[in-house]
């Protein structure tokens, strides 16, 4: 990938600095663009076609745990996303493998693990860091799995009304929040509880917070 577009959403400018050395050692002839939050970033990816990778903050505001990854799975599958983070427990570093990352970074990681991982995507692999397993439940890794399969599935458009049925929004408030009519937003809803295999709009608006458990659940456990 010499000459790759690579971009750093990250909100705190020291890691973006040190992330930016790594990659140059890596890719040193690769444009750099970087984002402050998740709506700059998609920004970014809409005025920059030929993008390739995206190094993303988990907790970058913008974006709620799992659902900027999601949607960047599912809106552009083409991009090559790395998740970085500093909330690296072994749960979150195999979510993100299982909504469509290709390597979850710890923010404590040197430069030189740093490249490494860099290296190893581009040879077309999955990185995680060795000591990644533990304290991973498998049959909770299957079911992160499949729904992330199930939402990767959804529309666009799909995907947005299901943010907001997440948020606790009506058909009404969410065909004007949308510009669409209430008799498409209830197809909408019809199609994701068939996709996401549940009964009704609460079990699917649970399913999309799942994306969000991260760092306050985990040291809501520990505390």
């Known amino acids: 990938m010499i000459g790759a577009q690579v971009a750093i959403a990250d909100d705190h400018p020291l890691f973006r600095a040190a992330l930016k050395q790594a990659i140059f050692e890596c890719l040193p002839n690769a444009g750099m663009l970087e984002a ?82 860099i290296d190893s995507v581009l040879d077309g692999n999955v990185w995680l860091p060795e000591n990644n397993q533990e304290g991973v439940d498998q049959q909770t890794a299957l079911n992160n799995k499949k729904l992330a399969k199930q939402l990767a599935s959804l529309t666009p458009q799909q995907y947005k009304v299901l943010a907001q049925i997440a948020d606790g929004q009506l058909n009404k408030q969410i065909a004007y929040d949308l510009a669409i009519q209430e008799t498409t937003v209830k197809k909408h809803v019809s199609a994701i509880l068939e996709k996401l295999e549940v009964n009704n709009r609460t079990l699917a608006g649970l399913a999309y917070q799942q994306l969000m458990h991260t760092a306050a659940e985990n040291e809501a456990v520990t505390h």
């Open 36 to 117: 402050e939050c998740f709506a700059e970033l998609l920004s970014l990816i809409e005025q920059n076609p030929t993008l390739e990778i995206i190094f993303l903050d988990l907790h970058m505001p913008g974006n709620d745990g799992f659902t900027g990854l999601t949607q960047l799975v599912n809106h552009y599958p083409d991009l090559i996303v790395i998740m970085v983070s500093s909330d690296c427990n072994g749960e979150n570093m195999q979510k993100a493998i299982n909504f469509g990352a290709t390597a979850f970074i710890p923010k404590s990681a040197d430069l030189a693990t740093i490249a490494l991982a």
